[in-house]
Nanobody, 116 residues
Framework: QVQLVESGGGLVQAGGSLRLSCAAPGSIVGINSMGWYRQAPGKQRELVAVITRGGTRNYADSVKGRFTISRDNAKNTVYLQMNSLKPEDTAVYYC??????????WGQGTQVTVSS
């Protein structure tokens, strides 16, 4: 199974910032949407933000105004700039890409920990 490659997680104090990056290999063609999901211990995986190839963005209400998703179509790369981080943002963050055939691809996950 082809995987996306994530980077940028880590430990940060509340109020701090982190930037996540995710690159899709060239073997994945026809990528439409790219996005980020997260899963906290004992909770279901939830959508954080998604961006289409055309640039349409959607965010979870809990991160609006604090997180910004962007992408570089030429590099098949998506970014998540996370500002004003809160302890409740602590989770494993997963990158996702979906192509026009609606096939889904995932990254291995990167841990984000926000201390209070």
């Amino acid at each position: 199974q082809v995987q996306l490659v994530e980077s940028g997680g880590g430990l940060v104090q509340a109020g701090g910032s982190l930037r996540l990056s995710c690159a899709a290999p060239g073997s994945i063609v026809g990528i439409n949407s790219m996005g980020w999901y997260r899963q906290a211990p004992g909770k279901q995986r939830e959508l954080v933000a998604v961006i289409t190839r055309g640039g349409t963005r959607n965010y979870a209400d809990s991160v609006k105004g604090r997180f910004t998703i962007s992408r570089d179509n030429a590099k098949n790369t998506v970014y998540l700039q996370m500002n004003s981080l809160k302890p409740e943002d602590t989770a494993v963050y997963y990158c996702n890409a979906m192509n026009f055939l609606q096939a889904n691809y995932w990254g291995q996950g990167t841990q984000v920990t926000v201390s209070s």
